[in-house]
């Protein structure tokens, strides 16, 4: 490249190599023979390639070119930018004769018959802080030797993984349904004209049925909304060829008209003289089409423009105008708009110096001025399948490594021109990012409801429990245990004894199922990326309810607060930047420094002679009991699946009750109460996430009268015994 002024050169004309052979590095890459297969482990002899080709019919080139850098002069290099199909041609791929016989070929073969896909990790899971929102999804390939599987993640679970789809493994260019529910994806790769498939698969599960659309030459799905009808449209078109070959005046781009997922009708051409498969534009008036050249057409004025040459991509005028990965804007102000990779520069008036193969993002107009550019991350040596999200501020794209591996893809905010590692890997390709509704940046507050859990007063405790949001609100960040439940859980928990985790205690007064579940699903889950437990009191009155928890139902959700935060979808999509603050200066029902929740009640004793009013003749055959039972079940695998540990404790009370017929302060009597901390019990069986720790022992605990604050409490100096002891549990299953 360096020395080539960018252009091919007559053989011969360059100094030989040591054997005296002529232009074996540079100039044009040279064809071989070979289909091109992934090398095996141990090393082999006079190889001659695969004995079949892969699904991308790929040739090994071997040599490098003048457009490109000098890692594609190194012998390990077996392919330019793009993947070389057997019906590739272009300017910087060439062939040399060679005559002679291999001695003793032999093929090259994968190592094993079973292959496990390349490993990925998230290096981000919690994209609200870049986005403001939650409701974002990535799709991308992962390649695997010459399988090619969709990957799929979602950011708005309380807990996003990565998810694999293993039935299709010839995947590329995935890209998202405008309403997040699906992923289309076609079978072959740019440069092709062969026959292709596109498929759509619902998001919502990594079993569901794959649906085709009607056409054997189907490439590149990009969806599209029109404005006037709101009908959801796939641009497709019937060939991925090189838009500067004269066949590609014959090629066509296709609108299929979607339903819940599923082609309505048969495909209508919308261009009947070129394959635009770089997308339309937000109003539909623009269309794109993006290898090796950069055109964009007018669908109104039927207007063709080549994009990014001479002299507005600020090269010289023999500078390469190659491009490729454009998307087109979906912005409604700037729908002229695409973003694209180029073939470098030795010199550019843009960047302001020379620059490699898909170094800098482009964006272009219609006009062909180009309104900005972004240098690849510096560890990084170029971009690689960008593609915008939604919202024009945001894009998407790999990065290739010094080694030219494609090892991590990354998130692009064009506004403030940053960029964030999100997935690393072996190999990723063809990532897009889908971006729901975001919600305001900034103000929008109403200071008059917002954290105001206690406005209306409706209950005698709700004091308490909107103190408890307070302190949620506090600590939501970087909490990694939660305990929930009744006032016996406020009392017991001190949160200064847990050791090598932050804990929270928002027991209150009267606390059920109902507020266990409203706090785990609306509030903890969404928005707390720490958290590795949640505990929850056994207070049997709930049991024989619906769920009971007055101090919840009555008070919070009836409070402003809550409707607030309802009415928000409780922030799961984000908050603007200046919730945090305005949320705990709302009210202020603890000291500043308050961060644990326990209640100081002073220390008096276990209360004498056990109070024997209560008297509950429910069993566990009771319709309402079961029926909590089974939601309690469903909870308990919710978390499970999340690998989040659930601890269900059973409280010390006054051991005077074992000499009577009560089982506790419930009233129930003792035959009941056993058979339901059986039940508790029960379901540790088989589940490592559930776990159940009775420190009552039927009044045989060691909890004297000095720790504790009547008849069904602990005080401070039980709580110390308490939490000691639990932080041990917690330690055997957290850190076992």
Known sequence: MRNSGRTAHPVATKTPNTLDLYDM???????????????????????IGSQEHNQGFERVIKGGSFEHDIFNLRPECRSATYSTSASSACEYVGFRCARGI???????????????????????????????????KLVYVNVTLNRRTLCFIDYSEAHPQIREFQDMTNVYFPTISPDGKN???????????????????????????????????????????????????????????????????????????????????????????????????????????????????????????????????????????????????????????????????????????????????FIADFSGKVISWLKCPDNESSWDFPKWSPYEQFAVSVARNSSDESRSIYYIDFSKNTYRKIVAGVSLEHPYLWIGNIPPSAGGLDADSLGLYDDPHEYQFQNETAMKMEIFWKNYHDAQLFFLGSSQMANAIDCSRFTGFKAVNMGYAAGGMRGLWSLTHQYILPHCPQIRLIAFSVTPYWLCSDGA???????????????????????????????????????????????????????????GDPNLANNQTWTLATPQVAQNFDTLQSFINDLSAQHIHFLVINFPESPAYKNTDKYSYSGLPWETGKAIMQKFASYETGNPYYHFYDAY????????????????????????????????????????
Not at 28 to 33: H, I, L, M, R, Y
Not at 573 to 579: H, I, L, V, W
């Open 102 to 136: 291999i001695p003793a070929p032999l093929f090259v073969s994968s190592d094993t018959a079973k292959v496990s896909s390349n490993p990925a990790d998230m290096t981000v899971s919690d994209m609200r802080p870049f986005l403001c929102t939650s409701s974002a």
């Open 183 to 361: 992923a289309a994806f076609c079978t072959q790769n740019m440069g092709f004209g062969d026959s292709s498939a596109i498929y759509i698969r619902s998001l919502d599960s990594i079993h569901t049925t794959l649906v085709k659309i009607a056409s054997d030459f189907a490439y590149m799905p990009r969806w599209w909304v029109n404005p006037s009808s709101k009908d959801t449209f796939i641009v497709f078109t019937n060939s991925a060829i090189d838009n500067g070959l004269a066949e590609w005046n014959g090629t066509k781009t296709f609108l299929q008209k979607m339903t819940a997922g599923k082609p309505a009708g048969s495909p209508e051409i919308i261009v009947q003289n070129g394959s635009f498969h770089d997308g339309v534009s937000l109003d539909g008036r623009y269309i794109a089409s993006g290898y090796t050249k950069l055109y964009m057409k007018d669908l109104i004025s039927q207007e063709q423009k080549q994009l990014f040459v001479f002299p507005l991509n600020g090269k010289p005028a023999s500078g390469s105008t190659q491009v490729c990965n454009v998307s087109v804007s979906p912005d409604s102000a700037h729908p002229d708009r695409c973003l694209f990779l180029d073939f470098g520069s030795s010199s550019s008036t843009l960047v302001g110096g020379p620059y490699g193969v898909h170094q800098y993002l």
């Open 697 to 736: 022992k039927n009044g045989n605990h060691d909890y004297a009268d000095s720790e504790a604050l009547n008849w069904n409490h602990l005080c401070p100096n039980g709580a110390i015994k308490m939490s000691s002891r639990l932080d041990s549990l917690i330690h055997t299953f957290l850190f076992p």
């Open 549 to 607: 928890d007055v101090s919840w139902n009555a008070g919070i959700v009836r409070s402003k607060g809550y409707q607030y935060d309802l009415h928000h979808n409780f922030w799961k999509f984000g908050k603007p930047a200046q919730f945090d603050g305005l949320i705990t200066q709302a009210s202020h029902y603890y000291a500043p420094q308050e961060v644990c929740g326990q209640a100081m009640v002073p220390c008096q004793n276990w209360g």
């Open 25 to 47: 590095a540079g100039n044009v890459f040279e064809w071989t023979g070979d289909w091109k297969a992934q090398h095996t482990a141990i090393p082999i002899s006079n190889p």
